[in-house]
């Protein structure tokens, strides 16, 4: 046997064995005394799959999904248009209309600190632009003055459709 002692025991998990002179802590993270107990977070389980058979990617992972602001009016109407202006500059490097405009922001919520909430969706959910988005969005909606920091929400219910898109969108692709 090598260097590791993988056989299981009902009783409790066996740590790999150190050979004499080793400080697996270095590695770890680890005290190196034995004694003190660690605490082990058990393994994420994933969701069962629903798109079997299906010939489109799997949505990707929503990103985490945050407590509801509690939305200030005199706030909302002070920085919700200059947040919808900010917004309307970032587009899908696919489709040249902007992401406002194609209807991807669902929701803009804003609190009495200046803390902004941004509630969006993508195209599809294989949309290369997943990864970059997101971050684009939320540098756009803290660069407002008056915003004291933001976070943004990919959701995927409602999912996406043209209907979302404004005329002016559906003007500028072809669509009317």
């Excluded at 971050?135 to 959701?155: L, R």
Aim: with cysteine.
């Amino acid at each position: 046997m090598g260097i590791f002692n993988f056989k299981k025991s009902a009783k409790e998990p066996q740590k790999p064995e150190e050979p004499e002179g080793f400080d697996l802590s270095a590695l770890t993270g680890e005290p190196a005394d034995a004694s003190v107990a660690t605490e082990m977070t058990p393994p994420r389980e994933e969701p069962p799959r629903t798109d079997l058979g299906s010939s489109e990617p799997p949505a990707p992972a929503p990103t985490t999904t945050h407590d509801p602001i509690d939305v200030d009016p005199l706030k909302m109407l002070e920085l919700k248009p200059k947040l919808i202006e900010a917004l309307s500059t970032v587009y899908d490097p696919e489709i040249p209309v902007n992401i406002y405009e194609m209807g991807l922001i669902y929701d803009i919520d804003v609190d009495a600190q200046g803390l902004v909430g941004v509630r969006m969706t993508l195209t599809s959910p294989g949309c290369p632009a997943a990864q970059s988005l997101p971050g684009e969005v939320k540098a756009k909606a803290k660069s407002v003055p008056g915003v004291s920091d933001a976070w943004v929400d990919v959701v995927w219910d409602p999912t996406w459709e043209m209907s979302k898109m404004s005329d002016a969108a559906k003007l500028q692709l072809g669509l009317l």
